[in-house]
């Protein structure tokens, strides 16, 4: 590490997160993100590294893309954020555009906020008024952001600390892909809403069981709860199509996305909401303000990368690096079974699943030190997530898979020391 | 409706970062396709070759129809004979030769694999749309490529629906997905954008010399190829009437927009009167003076060629000059004192009008079938219509073009379709034309080799290599869509939003792309 370095992760503890700055160093990954483009980021010493992290999707299209870029500049010369107050050229056009692409053709209203936990907590509320209920069903380890309703509807992990978890019993956790469970929470009719990230994203991307999705929308229809897509990871034709839960047969009441919608330009998220749940925002417009949220240069950004991302060709290379990357992991799989024990995959939607408990962890420094950044699962690090942008280059996917076979390999012996692999 | 129908409030489309980022999708989109097709054994690829082989000649009426009512010119009779001779024909020449397995050369212990381009961006010019669409194409297939083409606007319309049909008869064969694509809408920055992308890696552009210019200077490799200008030279040893009657029909074939056609017939004193009449009898219309002059001044503008008259029949040329021809006449022929800057009619005309110069001598004659390819037209195609092989092979020798016809037809036979050169709708024009290749261009300018040269002493064994095949490991296998039912299976691409229709303005500026390019065409 260099001096420099050194001396900024000083400055970073002493005027920014000193625990997030240490926990870091001590994972083995000194990261500090400066130049980046494409795929790549560079390290503040000059390290690439192919980013198969990508912010949870939010660099789904790359990093800096030069369109979303140039929309932004170009975007600049006329609006700003805007005032929320008043309806708004940017706002309304890239309402008009989502609902284009909407997962059903109920949807009608786009409310607007600056980030994804702002925009949860607008759907739960958007369905508690439309319900005239209170409680909030998700999954046991779910994340859906930090704000005051969607840490709630999280893990404790990151409710108990701030005093935050509920204590009303208004937000119930059930197991994922146990149907029984979610029956039982629901059966009492007094649930406003079960909100469900398409594949769980923080939890590891456990792939929902085949018909588990629409069995749980059609559990909201028997008990009278809405159903929520939280999209956020999932969409934008990561899953090959616009929305994962259409890919799944589901058409939601509500539906939230961030991260990837703006490319990373310009912070905003959205909640895509059907006639039939929209009632609040004709019973008071004023219900729920955002100076910020649904900022005009963010939804100028946005309707640019609807555009891209509908494009025939993204489609079509989202499916070739699945399958490429997939083809190639399936032999450094067989090449390390006793470690590399399976893969979780829905189109560029992956989790890398390893023989330990916090096997994911090893892999990703191994992975840093090889000039590859992939994250572990914050609530299951025993899985990795891989996360491969929609537009990658066939030389930098043969490239990761090639640093991927010596990472794991050096994982596994990190964690298994030198036994011989079962091969 | 989609996102896309939405009018973007901030427009950027006009920008270089939004002709970037529309050209680098698409190619590396084909990258991918380029890179799975490369996992192709020969029986897959020659399967899907022949199944796009068979696409093209089941469309080649309809698109020559097609084609001749987008752009107004052209036979379309003719042009079904094209985009035929680019299927099956242009198979059958080359079904022999492997572009897929190893050579092993034992003699000079070298074992020699093929290795594609790549990603091909292709440019197919508004004379030949359809032939060269296919030709291009099926080139790009048998060495397993993936190409993106780039259609003429004056021909869009019908290029985009051919080339859809093909890739979609390729896929279906078993192809990678979008190994062929095509620009939906062309112009010339966003061709540019595409010319320069280090994802391109190999044009193939045939075109106005601006456009093959401009894949030289891209920085990327290309084979460009410039413009024809054919002199054609009877000598007095030639079966005049067979002479006249092939002049003819090969002039008059398509309306003359092959740039292989005869552009300047040469002959001297001693036979002028007798291929006059051969030519009537075939045909012909020999103008007088007067009438020259007004096919002079109805061709050639200050500015240039007369783009309207490309491709048009010789009684319609002959109705806007005020000549009275009979309407069964086939071509005008327009006899010039001389040959040079001087005289317009001495360039390249891409329509049925045959400039006809009488040497004194075969010296004299030579010496003007040369300067004729000085003009323009240099390193394309020439013709003769003799008997003495020696004086065949001084002409061949004196004049600078990389193929010269003997006695046929030069539109065809430069071409490959009435002599047994490469049948090719890509006429190489070498070092004199300002090109990389002189021949005409085949699937083997597709591929290069990597050369396993074992060491030349005789006491180092060269190997078996013989019993070795190379590994095909074949389409790839859909990754999985965990928890979908019959996951797996990806969907087909949702069609592309209707492009809207032209504006007024769109088309103007349409016609005035079409006009430069075919002036330039012309100019030179």
Known sequence: MSQKKQDFLARSKEFWNPGKTQDWIDMGVDLVIDRREGYYLFDMDGQRLIDMHLNGGTYNLGHRHPELVEVLKAGTERFDMGNHHFPALARVALAEALRATAPGPDFKYTAYASGGGEAIDIALKTARHANQKRRIVSIHKAYHGHTGLAVKAGDHRFSKLFLSEDTNDEFIHVKFNDLTAMEDALRGRDVAAVIMETIPATYGFPMPEEGYLPAVKALCEKYGALYIADEVQTGLMRTGEMWACTRYGVEPDIMVTGKGISGGMYPIACVLITEACGGWLKEDGFGHMSTMGGAELGCVVAMKTLEIVQRPESRSMGQYIADFLRAGLDDICAAFPDFFIGIRQHGLVMGLMFNDPEGAKPVMKRLYENGVWAIFSTLDPSVLQFKPGLLLSQADAEETLRRMAIAVEQAREDVMGNRRRMV | ?524
């Open chain 2, 1 to 524: 409706m989609t996102a896309q129908q939405v009018e973007p409030l901030v427009d950027i489309s006009n920008s270089d970062a939004a002709r970037v980022g529309r050209a680098e999708m698409m190619l590396e989109r084909a990258r991918w396709a380029a890179t799975v097709f490369e996992r192709y054994d020969r029986e897959a690829t020659m399967a899907i070759v022949e199944a796009v082989a068979a696409k093209a000649h089941e469309h080649a009426a309809h698109f020559g129809e097609a084609v001749v009512a987008e752009s107004g010119f052209g036979v379309a009779a003719h042009k079904k004979i094209k985009n035929e001779l680019t299927a099956h024909p242009l198979v059958d020449f080359y079904r022999d030769q492997d572009f897929v397995n190893a050579r092993v050369d034992e003699a000079r212990k070298i074992v020699e694999l093929p290795r594609p381009a790549g990603v091909i961006f292709a440019l197919t010019p508004s004379t030949n749309p359809i032939a060269t669409l296919h030709f291009k194409a099926i080139l790009a297939l048998m060495t397993r490529n993936a190409i993106v083409i780039s259609p003429h606007p004056a021909v869009r319309e019908s290029s985009v629906a051919a080339a859809h049909a093909l890739c979609e008869a390729a896929v279906a064969a078993g192809a990678p997905e979008a190994v062929i694509q095509i620009l939906e809408h062309p112009t010339i920055p966003m061709v540019e954008a595409f010319m320069h992308s280090p994802k391109t890696n190999l044009i193939l552009a045939t075109g106005g010399t601006p456009m093959v210019r401009a894949a030289y200077s891209s920085s990327n490799p290309a084979i460009g190829v410039g413009p024809g200008n054919a002199p054609v030279y009877v000598d007095a040893t030639a079966e005049i009437t067979k002479a006249a009657r092939r002049i003819v029909d090969s002039k008059s074939f398509d309306n003359s927009v092959l740039c292989t056609n005869e552009s300047v017939l040469i002959t001297t004193q001693d036979i002028e009167k007798q291929l006059k009449i051969a030519l009537k009898s075939a045909g012909a219309h020999i103008c007088s003076d007067d009438e020259v002059e007004r096919l002079r001044r109805f061709l050639f503008h200050p500015r240039g060629f007369n783009v309207g008259a490309i491709g048009r029949d010789a009684s319609w040329i002959a109705g806007e000059c005020g000549i009275r021809v009979p309407s069964s006449t086939r071509i005008l022929v327009a006899p010039i004192g001389r040959i040079g800057v001087e005289e317009q009619l001495s360039r390249e005309k891409l329509c049925p009008v045959l400039a006809l110069h009488v040497a004194k001598s075969r010296d004299a004659a030579m010496t003007q079938a040369r300067a004729v390819l000085r003009l323009t037209g240099a390193g394309h195609s020439a013709a003769i219509h003799c008997r003495d092989e020696a004086v065949i092979m001084r002409y061949s020798g004196m004049v600078e073009a990389y193929r010269v016809i003997v006695n046929a037809p030069c539109s065809q036979g430069a071409a490959g379709f009435a002599t047994n050169l490469a049948p090719t709708f890509t006429i190489g024009t070498g070092y004199f034309g300002r090109s990389s290749i002189g021949e005409n261009i085949g699937p083997q300018h597709l591929v290069h080799w990597t050369r396993i040269a074992h060491n030349s002493d005789k006491g180092e064994p060269f190997g078996e290599y013989h019993g070795l095949k190379r590994e095909f490991r074949g389409p790839l296998a859909h990754a999985p869509a965990d928890g979908v039912p019959g996951a797996g299976a990806a969907q087909s691409p949702r069609h592309a939003p209707q492009s809207p229709a032209l504006d007024g303005a769109s088309k103007d500026e349409l016609r005035r792309l079409i006009a430069e390019e075919l002036r330039d065409l012309l100019r030179k």
